[in-house]
């Protein structure tokens, strides 16, 4: 039998999103408004971008989205070591 899948899902579940929208989960907290997102149905990856609407998660959102979260955790590492 012939594998129909693809790294984006198979051809149902991209059909499914053609006619009835995504379905989003998070799948990585950056910060605690920036959040990258994915399809339950064919893995496509979204996140929030500076005005906090959707964009495609390419290759260098990623990359800025761990930087900013590098930054995140050691700024809010910091400010818990400050108040203790």
Not at 27 to 55: N, P
Not at 56 to 84: C, F, H
């Amino acid at each position: 039998m012939k594998n129909t899948t693809s790294p984006k899902g198979n051809f149902f579940s991209a059909l499914f999103c053609n006619l009835f929208g995504h379905h989003y989960v998070v799948s990585r907290k950056v910060t605690g408004h920036i959040k990258e997102y994915t399809c339950l149905h064919c893995q496509k990856q979204v996140t929030t971008d500076a005005s906090g609407k959707l964009s495609a998660l390419t290759p260098q959102m990623r990359e800025i989205n761990s930087a900013l979260q590098d930054m995140y955790r050691k700024r809010s590492g910091r400010m818990v070591q400050n108040v203790a």
